[in-house]
């Protein structure tokens, strides 16, 4: 059966769009979580300290989902053909579309679950979009999507980095995926791109010097050293010098496409939004999340610096 059931959920995952999928087998992670502590003991997550909460379901997610066999690691691209001007204010790829990727890929997973249901009957899931206590990187290189790249996030060798990733846990045994080999090798090119030195080490990254930390999660003034570099929500710096993602493959899901009332604006244009059409423009974007205070912020830190 596990042959099977395999096979026909690597289906169901690509009929949904998303181009990898990958299996492995649920084991606690205590490594991982102590490397986790580690790096929150030193301060390394600013204020995001709900980082350091479920502590014990980041570790073992039987306790999520009871009689977890296995994890079902997806990886959907968002990058698309079209290029920020760099005079202008940008924000990050992931963010250009109207709509929220967590509900456009929880709606799909939805689809696959139900799918799954309905060809195993006594198949019992629970499914996650960078929102739940799942150590979502850890999963995705233990079932082969990629592996985890010096800038922190998980590199494709064919498709580069910019995807989303979700998994799927589920009571079942599947046909599990190896890891795939760390490309990175020496390569530093991420680490000597980032501006305020953020990578501080091999795949290790201080939130307290990060654009993305600080246009998006920083909701109190951004410190003058911090330069975004023209970055007014996010920064896909390292990723966008990655040599991984020079062969451009393009999502054709047009939920990510640049909004055009955003996208190549100047900053005056963008500082004019009021209140009420910032909340309505971005009712369903993941921008959302700066606020507009962090908005006006981050587009005057633009202004003051250029």
């Given at each position: 059966m596990s042959n099977e059931l395999s096979d026909k959920i690597k289906e169901f995952c690509l009929a949904e769009g998303f181009f990898k999928t990958g299996f492995s087998k649920y084991e606690k992670l205590t490594n991982e979580v102590t490397h986790l502590n580690n790096w929150i003991s030193e301060g390394r997550n600013a204020d995001m300290n709900w980082i350091s909460r479920n502590e014990e379901k980041r570790e073992d997610i039987s306790l999520i989902l009871s009689g977890v066999k296995s994890v079902i690691s997806l990886a959907y691209m968002y990058d698309t053909p079209f290029l920020?001007?760099?005079?202008?204010?940008?924000?990050?790829?992931?963010?250009?579309?109207k709509t929220d990727y967590h509900k456009v890929l929880k709606s799909k997973l939805e689809i696959i679950c139900n799918k799954i249901k309905s060809i195993c009957g006594?198949?019992?899931?629970?499914?996650?979009?960078?929102?739940?206590?799942?150590?979502?990187?850890?999963?995705?290189?233990?079932?082969?999507?990629?592996?985890?790249?010096?800038?922190?996030?998980?590199?494709?060798?064919?498709?580069?980095?910019?995807?989303?990733?979700?998994?799927?846990?589920?009571?079942?045994?599947?046909?599990?995926?190896?890891?795939?080999?760390?490309?990175?090798?020496?390569?530093?090119?991420?680490?000597?791109?980032?501006?305020?030195g953020a990578i501080y080490d091999d795949y290790k990254v201080d939130s307290n010097l990060c654009i993305s930390y600080h246009t998006i999660e920083n909701k109190n003034e951004i410190p003058?050293?911090?330069?975004?570099?023209?970055?007014?929500?996010?920064?896909?710096?390292?990723?966008?010098?990655?040599?991984?993602?020079?062969?451009?493959?393009?999502?054709d899901d047009n939920n990510f496409y640049p909004m055009k009332e955003v996208f190549g604006k100047t900053a005056d244009e963008l500082k004019s939004l009021s209140k009420e059409?910032?909340?309505?423009?971005?009712?369903?974007?993941?921008?959302?999340?700066?606020?507009y205070a962090g908005w006006q912020r981050n587009l005057n830190k633009f202004t003051t610096k250029d």
């Open positions: 920020h001007d760099e005079s202008l204010p940008k924000i990050s790829r992931y963010a250009w579309g006594d198949a019992e899931t629970k499914y996650y979009v960078d929102d739940g206590p799942v150590m979502e990187k850890v999963w995705a290189v233990k079932s082969g999507i990629g592996w985890l790249g010096k800038h922190g996030n998980v590199i494709n060798e064919e498709r580069g980095s910019f995807f989303f990733l979700c998994e799927i846990l589920i009571n079942k045994e599947l046909n599990y995926d190896n890891p795939v080999d760390n490309l990175c090798e020496s390569c530093k090119i991420c680490i000597d791109a980032c501006p305020t003058s050293y911090i330069d975004l570099s023209g970055w007014i929500f996010g920064c896909d710096i390292c990723q966008d010098v990655c040599p991984f993602n020079k062969r451009k493959h393009f999502t059409k910032f909340d309505t423009l971005f009712v369903d974007s993941p921008v959302k999340r700066t606020k």
